[in-house]
């Protein structure tokens, strides 16, 4: 049974700075294309990055761009989501996603909307206060 097991969450003041990390179990990891998502309170789950197999491309949603890092370790079956710079407004869930894909050549051709997503982790909350 695949497992995604997010951890990392936690609550800092605006400025500060999270890892979220991503371990995948039964799962050929190498093989699909990662993503993190998340969900505030009355919100819809939304998008924030994604990465290709290799990781040689990522995409990024326009409000965590130059803040937020996606990473991930083949080899270990675990992906990362460094997170500085944290606003308010990044508070909420954070969920890891793998996804089944074709060919991916570029960025803007990752995966980016939850139906796109095959599997899924229980999530970890990020706490934001001002």
């Known amino acids: 049974q695949v497992q995604l097991v997010e951890s990392g969450g936690g609550s800092v003041q605006a400025g500060g700075s999270l890892r979220l990390s991503c371990v995948a179990s039964e799962l050929t990891f190498s093989s699909y294309p990662m993503g993190w998502f998340r969900q505030s309170p009355g919100k819809e789950r939304e998008f924030v990055a994604a990465i290709s197999r290799s990781g040689v491309f990522t995409y990024y949603t326009d409000s965590v761009k130059g803040r937020f890092t996606i990473s991930r370790d083949n080899a270990k079956n675990t992906m990362a989501l460094q997170m500085n710079s944290l606003k308010p407004e990044d508070t909420g869930v954070y969920s890891c996603?793998?996804?089944?894909?074709?060919?991916?050549?570029?960025?803007?051709?990752?995966?980016?909307?939850?139906?796109?997503?095959?599997?899924w982790g229980q999530g970890t909350q990020v706490t934001v206060s001002s």
């Open positions: 996603a793998a996804a089944r894909h074709g060919p991916i050549l570029s960025g803007a051709e990752l995966p980016r909307r939850t139906y796109e997503y095959d599997y």
